[in-house]
């Protein structure tokens, strides 16, 4: 069983930055690929990032990529999303979850955080 929280959300102008942060309880952190996803309001949710058990592989889409930065701290047992040059389009839930695999499908992340709201003024 592994228990996240995850913090940071805020609202911030266009071209802003924001960190948002996940904190896991358990002692295995490690062994989970984090990811992280969002969901804007009247639309699925989607894949944002995912980062390997080690840190050493990472995934964005392709809407992010080049903005944000996934990074984890298995010593800490959190993972971070460094979101940079934020767009109104950015706007939503933010989500972190954890799997056994390293992967952009939700549906093979077991647990999920609460949820942190991202807002983007323009």
């Known amino acids: 069983q592994v228990k996240l929280v995850a913090a940071g959300g805020g609202l911030v102008q266009a071209g802003g930055s924001l960190s948002l942060s996940c904190s896991a309880s358990?002692?295995?952190?490690?062994?989970?690929?984090m990811g992280w996803f969002r969901q804007a309001p009247g639309k699925e949710r989607e894949f944002v990032a995912a980062?390997?058990?080690?840190?050493?592989?990472?995934a964005y889409a392709d809407s992010v990529k080049g903005r944000f930065v996934t990074s984890r701290d298995n010593a800490k047992n959190t993972v971070y999303l460094q979101s940079n040059s934020l767009k109104p389009e950015d706007t939503a839930v933010y989500y972190c979850?954890?799997?056994?695999?390293?992967?952009?499908?939700?549906?093979?992340?077991?647990?999920w955080g609460q949820g942190t709201q991202v807002s983007v003024s323009s």
């Open positions: 979850a954890a799997s056994v695999l390293y992967s952009r499908d939700s549906t093979l992340y077991a647990y």
């Open positions: 358990g002692r295995t952190f490690s062994s989970y690929a």
């Open positions: 980062i390997s058990g080690s840190g050493d592989r990472t």
